[in-house]
């Protein structure tokens, strides 16, 4: 059973246009997340995370929205761009925990 | 900037090899992880170390196993390869502050590895 799910394997954008990316989570004791993103051969590099003190993070063009009653969280990036065009991971723990991390949803953002 | 170096890009092996996955960081971080990554499953955990000849099995040890023997390098073993180890092999380091182990982990390019 998937403790973090991205239930969207995929999503299509057009340049400028805001993204949304989602992540859903079942385990209460979650409380720190990571967004990472992935470009074809290469590895994993960090975005911006959030921990459950917080409702919202912001870094530049990307902000991360937590919302722990319905345990879900989602990434905007505003305004997308073409560059953007990657595999986004969401990440979860608690403490003490190693990170769980989900599917992946992968994003094209459209010139 | 931490740097995460992985010793292959991309490796074919043949069914029954014993396969060894080179990691090493510059970082001196105290944790490092081995990760696989598969279309729909995201990246799942193999094993992970918290310091020197120290080793923790992640989700899905079987059919690996690692050796820390220096704080920089952490080395997956895949004892005999099969086809269902066919996968992207990531490698991960983070600081270890001692504050729990949900930190940033910064990751290697990954290996691909192709098992006939």
């Known amino acids: 059973d998937q403790q973090v799910k991205q239930n969207s394997p995929s999503l299509s954008v057009q340049e400028g246009r805001i993204s949304i990316l989602n992540c859903d989570y079942t385990n209460s004791m979650f409380d720190y997340f990571l967004w990472y993103k992935k470009y074809p051969a290469e590895g994993p590099t960090f975005l911006i995370s959030i921990s459950s003190i917080k409702d919202k993070n912001e870094d530049g063009r990307f902000t991360v929205f937590l919302n722990k009653s319905a345990k879900h969280l989602s990434l905007h990036i505003v305004p997308s761009q073409p560059g953007d065009s990657a595999v986004y991971f969401c990440a979860a723990s608690g403490y003490g925990q190693n990170f769980v991390f989900g599917p992946g949803t992968r994003l094209s953002v459209l010139p | 900037d931490v740097k995460v170096t992985q010793s292959s890009r991309y490796l074919v092996k043949r069914t029954g090899e014993k396969v060894f996955l080179e990691c090493v960081q510059d970082?001196?971080?105290?944790?490092m992880f081995w990760y696989r990554q598969d279309p729909g499953l995201g990246l799942r955990l193999i094993y992970f170390s918290y310091d020197v000849k120290m080793k923790e099995k992640g989700d899905i040890p079987e059919g690996y196993s690692v050796s820390r023997e220096k704080k920089e390098r952490f080395s997956l073993i895949l004892e005999s390869a099969s086809t269902n180890q066919t996968s992207m092999y990531l490698c991960?380091?983070?600081?270890?502050?001692?504050?729990?182990?949900?930190?940033?982990?910064?990751f290697g390019p990954g290996t691909r590895l192709l098992v006939l």
């Open positions: 991960a380091s983070s600081r270890g502050t001692g504050q729990g182990i949900g930190e940033t982990q910064y």
């Open positions: 970082m001196d971080h105290e944790n």
